[in-house]
């Protein structure tokens, strides 16, 4: 090739040079607007990496919850917790306690001394107000609770042989205690794992009712050994609360079923913060409950012009049928899956009683009387306290596993399926095998003889 025919192919070879290079070059390199200026550096920050404790919280977006919060954050509500005691030094949950009280006999005045005869127990209380009310530790950082301008009431209570004071008297005296204290919402996160109830409760139920209290109640976990609901989730006009998994399906392990559900909510994979200010893993309805005192702490700060009936309908009228749910209320669902933006933004009807039922009229229709002090038990005026079998133990936190090792749920819907189609698949084909070595044994036979 001579000089002249090789000139273009040169010429060319320098133009796909340019253009590749300035391809590579960064773009505000190339925007320049002169080759004497310097290259003008990029001003888009870089994000700051999520913080792993608020990440984790995937129930604050899912569940309608950082919605609600253009609306309130549940300033002005008070919730008690009637558990085993919320830990005093959380800083996430610094200025959130406004008063508490020990009703054990052995817990310290204010009820912030954790309370149970085993580690878990301990931090069951302080597991439950930091999912309703944490603080978090900045605008993006640490656990938040789903009220987390709310105001809690610490109530400490003497689980299984914990006190001396039988567990009705507990229960009957840190009820009136916290309506008598300012609460607008009531948690137990506890079950007793039988039906009925000791007739203290009926006085100490109906007095919150009367106060205009929300009383939200865990169902119980299988787990646990509960599989149907016992009271407080069987008295009437409370609001019980089920256990989901994320994907929406019932929590077979950490929940339970009954008649007597009103909404369910998240109850896997939950965060808690306990006695030493560490966040931990938990799942159970233990867990569910306070989020859902969490929304009812929203709808009274936001429509506080509510009484504690329209606050429950507007919960559960605003719920969102679980993919599974059978009919509008089911024993396992209740009404649906909450949804807190709906319960706070939603146009709900008022109602004139409690969607839960009417524990008055069940105390007329059961007891004998409309006044739970006027009961005729057939032997003293003053009964004395039936004595309730041990609690089971809360839900231990979850040890921290990757989240790409196989879960118990994989193992049960996916592994084992497959190693099953797989063994059977073998086997097929080892009988396969088999035959035809037998077939063509037998014509080798066939062929040697003739």
Request: proline share 8%; glycine share 10%; with cysteine.
């Amino acid at each position: 090739m001579t000089t002249a025919a090789r000139r273009p192919t040169r010429v060319v070879l320098a133009a796909l040079a340019v253009v590749c290079a300035l391809i590579a070059m960064p773009l505000s390199a190339t925007a320049a607007t002169g080759p004497s200026e310097s290259p003008t550096p990029s001003t888009t920050p870089t994000p700051e990496p999520e913080d792993p404790t608020r990440a984790a919280e995937y129930w604050l977006e899912q569940y309608g919850i950082t919605d609600a919060w253009d609306e309130t954050r549940g300033k002005g509500a008070t919730i008690a917790v009637i558990d085993s005691g919320v830990a005093a030094d959380i800083e996430e949950l610094e200025g959130a306690v406004a008063n508490g009280t020990d009703v054990s006999g052995v817990g310290t005045p204010d009820g912030r001394t954790p309370l149970g005869s085993d580690v878990h127990t301990r931090s069951h209380g302080t597991w439950v107000a930091s999912l309703a009310a944490a603080r978090g530790l900045g605008a993006d950082e640490g656990m938040i609770g789903v009220a987390p301008r709310a105001n809690l009431l610490s109530v400490s209570l003497g689980f299984g042989a914990v006190s001396e004071v039988p567990f009705s008297e507990q229960v009957a005296d840190a009820m009136k205690w916290s309506v008598d204290n300012g609460a607008d919402i009531i948690n137990l996160s506890f079950t007793t794992n039988q039906t009925a109830w000791d007739e203290n409760w009926d006085e100490a139920f109906l007095y919150a009712f009367e106060h205009d209290v929300v009383v939200i109640v865990a169902a119980g976990n299988r787990a646990s050994g509960t599989t149907m609901v016992g009271a407080p989730a069987t008295i009437p006009g409370v609001l019980v609360v089920g256990g989901v998994h994320p994907s929406g399906s019932a929590s077979h392990d950490a929940s339970t079923q009954g008649v007597t559900i009103g909404v369910s909510a998240p109850s896997e994979q939950l965060l808690g913060i306990g006695p030493t200010g560490a966040v931990e893993e938990w799942r159970g309805t233990s867990g569910a409950a306070p989020i859902v005192a969490g929304v009812a702490a929203l709808v009274r700060s936001a429509h506080p012009g509510l009484d504690a009936n329209n606050v429950i309908n507007r919960i559960v009228q605003t719920a969102d049928p679980a993919p599974s749910q059978q009919g509008d209320r089911d024993p396992i669902f209740g009404f649906g899956i909450i949804d807190a933006d709906e319960a706070v933004t939603g146009d709900v009807g008022l109602v004139a009683e409690n969607p839960m039922g009417d524990l008055k009229e069940w105390i007329r229709l059961n007891r004998g009387s409309d006044d739970p002090s006027q009961v005729d038990t057939g032997a003293s005026p003053t009964p004395e306290p039936i004595e309730l079998p041990a609690l089971p133990p809360p839900d231990p936190p979850a040890e921290a596993s990757n989240p790409l090792a196989p879960s118990p749920d994989s193992l049960r819907e996916v592994t084992l399926p497959l190693v099953a189609v797989s063994a059977a698949g073998i086997l097929i084909l080892l009988g396969v095998v088999a035959v035809s070595r037998r077939i063509r044994s037998a014509r080798e036979s066939r062929d040697s003889g003739s």
